[in-house]
C-alpha cells in the first residue's frame, strides 16, 4: 500500500488516513458535505468517495442516515475502507469499489434518497 499520512480532523472527531502525495482531499470536499441538506433517516449514494471523507463528514454530521460510497480505483476504496472502520462507521458507511455506470440498486441495499459528489478539478 502506498505511504499514508494519518490526520484528525472536525477537532478530533475523525481520524483520516490519505495518500502522502497525489490526490488528497481538500476544502472543497467540506464544503460540499456543508452544502448538503440531508434529512433524518436517509441514505445518500457519495460518487467518487477517494478515501471517504465526504461520507465520513456527514456520518458526523447526521448521526441516523446510512452512506454508500463508491470509488472506481481500489487502492483509495481501500483506504476509504480503512477510514471507516478506524471511525467505528462500518454500521453507518458501505465504501463499493465499483464504476458508477455499471452500479445497480442491489448493491446498495435499493434505492437511495440523495447522490453527492465532490467533481474532481479538470
Known sequence: ?????HDTFLNGRLKIRQLRSGYRFS??????????RIKPGERILDIGAGCGIISLILACR????????VE???DL??????????????HRITII???IR?????????CVDAVICNPPPF
Open 97 to 99: 469499489c465499483q464504476d
Open 62 to 69: 447526521y448521526p441516523d442516515i446510512t452512506l454508500f460510497g
Open 27 to 36: 476544502v472543497d470536499s467540506v464544503i460540499v458535505a456543508n452544502l448538503a
Open 102 to 110: 455499471t452500479l445497480t440498486p442491489d448493491l446498495t441495499a435499493g
Open 1 to 5: 500500500m502506498p505511504e499514508l499520512t
Open 77 to 90: 476504496t481501500d483506504i476509504a475502507t480503512r477510514n471507516v472502520s478506524e471511525n467505528n462507521l462500518g
Open 72 to 74: 472506481i480505483q481500489s
